[in-house]
Structure formats: structure tokens, C-alpha cells
């Protein structure tokens, strides 16, 4: 597996948390403070976008690191749950990057 794959998976992740936490931000005071209708709808809709493509890179981590459907369900649901994908890439990482190295290690056929 190279690299890469683990790479955008974990940008994505962050990007996609701290959207998250952002929106929820932005509910706040839309709701609690009756202010921010706009600002809400347009982080509402980049979060969306982001998500989907979270959900792209995520799943292609998942098929290549051979993950059960309910580890993958797991890791494609927590871009929805505030702060959750912060822990979820970091177990993630810690588990996909042997893969990597012994992708790394191993020489190329001919």
C-alpha cells in the first residue's frame, strides 16, 4: 500500500474534524443566538463536499487495508461525530502504518 493513501485519508480526517467542530460552532450561535444564518449555510454545505470526500479516501484505506465492514462502518461514520475522528485517524494510522512500511520494505517485481 503506498503511502499516499494513508496520507490523504489523514488530512481528510482533520479536515473534515475540524469542519465538524466548526459547523457545530456556527449551529450555536444560529440557534442560540440568532445570528449567523448565512455563515452557517455555507459551512454546512463545505462540510458536506469535504465529507463526501472523506468518505472516498476512507473507504480506499479500508478496501486496501482489508478491514471488516464494521471497522470500515466505524471509521466512515466518525467524520460525523464531533472530535470523533481526531481518535478514530489516530488508531487508524497507528494500525495502517505497518502496512506501509512492509509495502515499502518489499522490493518491487518485475
Known amino acids: 500500500m503506498k503511502k499516499s493513501v494513508l496520507t490523504r485519508y489523514r488530512v481528510m480526517a482533520y479536515v473534515t474534524a475540524v469542519m465538524l467542530l466548526v459547523l457545530c460552532t456556527c449551529m450555536v450561535f444560529k440557534y442560540g443566538f440568532d445570528t449567523g444564518e448565512d455563515v452557517t449555510f455555507v459551512v454546512s454545505q463545505l462540510h458536506g463536499v469535504l465529507y463526501i470526500v472523506y468518505l472516498v479516501f476512507a473507504f480506499d484505506?479500508?478496501?486496501?487495508?482489508?478491514?471488516?465492514?464494521?471497522?470500515?462502518?466505524?471509521?466512515?461514520?466518525?467524520?460525523?461525530?464531533?472530535?470523533?475522528?481526531?481518535?478514530?485517524?489516530?488508531?487508524?494510522?497507528?494500525?495502517?502504518?505497518?502496512?506501509?512500511?512492509?509495502?515499502?520494505?518489499e522490493p518491487a517485481q518485475a
Open 61 to 105: 484505506l479500508g478496501q486496501k487495508a482489508r478491514w471488516s465492514f464494521g471497522k470500515l462502518l466505524w471509521v466512515l461514520v466518525s467524520g460525523t461525530i464531533p472530535a470523533a475522528a481526531f481518535f478514530v485517524e489516530r488508531r487508524v494510522a497507528r494500525e495502517v502504518e505497518p502496512l506501509v512500511e512492509g509495502a515499502a520494505a
